[in-house]
C-alpha cells in the first residue's frame, strides 16, 4: 500500500458526461501527479499540483482540469467525455517538486473509466 | 521532449533464471531513473531507481545500471520467483518539451513472465 488513495476505482459514464476523479496523497507529500494510462499510450503525464498551485503541464486536453486543494488532497475533472478517454487514472504524490532527492512517486491504485 | 523506449516488450523466463530489460532515452539532461512494477489491476511501484551520478545500484535480488554516454539504463533481475511475474515501466526524468519543468516520461512497459 502506497498510501495514496483513489476514488471512486470503477467509473462508467456516456460520452459528453462529465466527472470527476479524486485522489489523497500520502501523509507530508505536497505534490501530486495525474497520469493516464491506455493501451496504445501507456503511462503519459497529465499534470502536477504543488502545495495548491499547478506547476506543470503535459498532455492534458482543455477538457480536463485538475486543481489541489488546502488539505492537499486534488480532483481530476474530465468533461465531454469521449470514447477515446476510456483509461486508467493514476494519481502519484511526492514530497516536494519532484526535484534533488525527494523525487520518488508513489502511486495510487488508480481509477478505471469507461466511456460508453 | 524526452523520449524513453523500452525492450522488450514482453519477456518469459525460468524461474531462477536472470531477466534483463532495456530503456534508451533521449534528453541528456535527464538525471533520474526510476523502475516500476504494476501488477494486475494496481497502481505502479516503485522498486528501485537510480540517479544521473550513479552508474550502478543494488537491492537484493534486482539492480539497475545507467550508461549516460550512450543513454541507456538497464534492470536486472536475478534469481526470477514467479512473483516477479508482472508489468515493469522504466521512466527517465528530463524536459517533456522545451523549456519544460522535468517530469517522468515512461517506457512503454515489459510483461515478465516467470515459468514454474
Known amino acids: 500500500d502506497s498510501g495514496v488513495t483513489q476514488t471512486p476505482k470503477h467509473l462508467i459514464t456516456a460520452t459528453g458526461q462529465r466527472v470527476t476523479l479524486r485522489c489523497s496523497p500520502r501523509?507530508?507529500?505536497?505534490?501530486v501527479y495525474w497520469y493516464q494510462q491506455s493501451l496504445d499510450q501507456g503511462l503519459q503525464f497529465l499534470i502536477q499540483?504543488?502545495?495548491?498551485?499547478?506547476?506543470a503541464k503535459g498532455n492534458i486536453l482543455e477538457r480536463f482540469s485538475a486543481q489541489q486543494f488546502p488539505d492537499l488532497h486534488s480532483e481530476l475533472n474530465l468533461s465531454s467525455l469521449e470514447l477515446g478517454d476510456s483509461a486508467l487514472y493514476f494519481c502519484?504524490?511526492?514530497?516536494?517538486?519532484?526535484?534533488?532527492?525527494?523525487?520518488?512517486?508513489?502511486f495510487g491504485p488508480g481509477t478505471r473509466l469507461l466511456v460508453l | 521532449g524526452e523520449n524513453v523506449e523500452q525492450h522488450p516488450s514482453t519477456l518469459s523466463v525460468q524461474e531462477g533464471d536472470s531477466a534483463v530489460i532495456k530503456c534508451t532515452y533521449s534528453?541528456?539532461?535527464?538525471?533520474?531513473f526510476p523502475w516500476y512494477k504494476q501488477e494486475l489491476g494496481k497502481g505502479p511501484q516503485l522498486i528501485i531507481d537510480?540517479?544521473?551520478?550513479?552508474g550502478e545500484k543494488k537491492d537484493q535480488r534486482i539492480a539497475v545500471t545507467l550508461n549516460k554516454t550512450a543513454k541507456h539504463f538497464s534492470l536486472h533481475i536475478t534469481e526470477t520467483q514467479p512473483e516477479d511475474s508482472a508489468v515493469y515501466f522504466c521512466?527517465?526524468?528530463?524536459?517533456?518539451?522545451?523549456?519544460?519543468?522535468?517530469?517522468?516520461?515512461f517506457g512503454s512497459g515489459t510483461q515478465l513472465t516467470v515459468l514454474p
Open positions: 534528453d541528456s539532461a535527464s538525471n533520474y
Open positions: 502519484a504524490s511526492s514530497v516536494s517538486l519532484g526535484t534533488g532527492n525527494q523525487e520518488t512517486q508513489y
Open positions: 501523509s507530508g507529500d505536497l505534490s
Open positions: 499540483y504543488y502545495n495548491g498551485e499547478e506547476r
Open positions: 521512466a527517465a526524468r528530463g524536459r517533456i518539451s522545451s523549456g519544460s519543468a522535468r517530469q517522468l516520461t
Open positions: 537510480i540517479r544521473s551520478n550513479v
